[in-house]
């Protein structure tokens, strides 16, 4: 488990491909390794990563098929600067919000703009996740635990601080980028847990105003 606070920005080392998934050697810049062993867990842009290897002045980890495919660590290149945040301990501050490194879906920056000393940023989700993403909820970008500033449909707004710009890859956004998006897992929860026993039914749809009403959330 993460918080969403990154605590260094590092950069892609190496990539190496291995068949339909991936070897990751990942630079952590002033990320501190002393406290980190093999099996362990880093945020990588998001994304929760296992700890194969560590050669010194970074980290190895193995990136699945699976990962590849519905992430956008598959995009990154050597040199590409990524978020990087500690699996949680706990003594850990909880200045984010839970977060688990297990990203549902990739979005994208529509625009950005100034607002005063920061900068607004306008993002779009899959449709498929808009109904998880609310007004002053949280979603974590690329790692980063956020504040929602506004929805509109499957586009959302958030208000990016100096210091955010300035300590994770906010700044290296543009119209066009594509980021990890991972909705707060207590609305993922919620959602099966009012869907009752229409849950347990092979491909359940999703929630409707009847499945509500069979379970008693709705009047009669």
Not at 71 to 98: C, D, F, M, W, Y
Not at 113 to 119: L, M, N, T, V
Not at 132 to 159: M, P, Q, R, W
């Amino acid at each position: 488990m993460f918080t969403g606070i990154i605590q260094a920005v590092g950069s892609i080392a190496t990539l190496q491909p291995t068949g339909g998934d991936m070897r990751l050697r990942v630079h952590t810049g002033k990320l501190p390794l002393d406290d980190v062993a093999l099996g362990d867990s880093i945020a990588t842009n998001g994304v929760c990563l296992t700890v194969t290897g560590l050669p010194g002045d970074g980290f190895w980890a193995d990136v699945s098929g699976e990962t590849l495919d519905h992430t956008t660590l598959g995009q990154l290149r050597p040199g590409s600067r990524v978020n990087l945040e500690k699996a949680l301990t706990p003594a850990s501050r909880l200045g984010g919000h839970i977060v688990s490194g297990h990203v549902d879906g990739v979005g994208e920056v529509v625009s950005l703009r100034g607002e005063g000393r920061s900068i607004r940023v306008l993002l779009r989700a899959p449709d498929a996740l808009a109904k998880y993403i609310a007004h002053k909820g949280s979603i974590c970008v690329d790692g980063t635990s956020l504040t929602v500033n506004a929805v509109n449909g499957a586009e959302f707004d958030l208000n990016i601080i100096p210091q955010t710009m300035a300590e994770t890859v906010f700044g290296d956004y543009g119209p066009g980028s594509q980021v990890n998006l991972e909705v707060d897992v207590i609305a993922r929860y919620l959602e099966r847990l009012v869907m009752g026993e229409a849950a347990a039914q092979p491909a359940a749809a999703g929630l409707s105003l009847q499945t509500l009403a069979d379970n008693g959330y709705l009047g009669r």
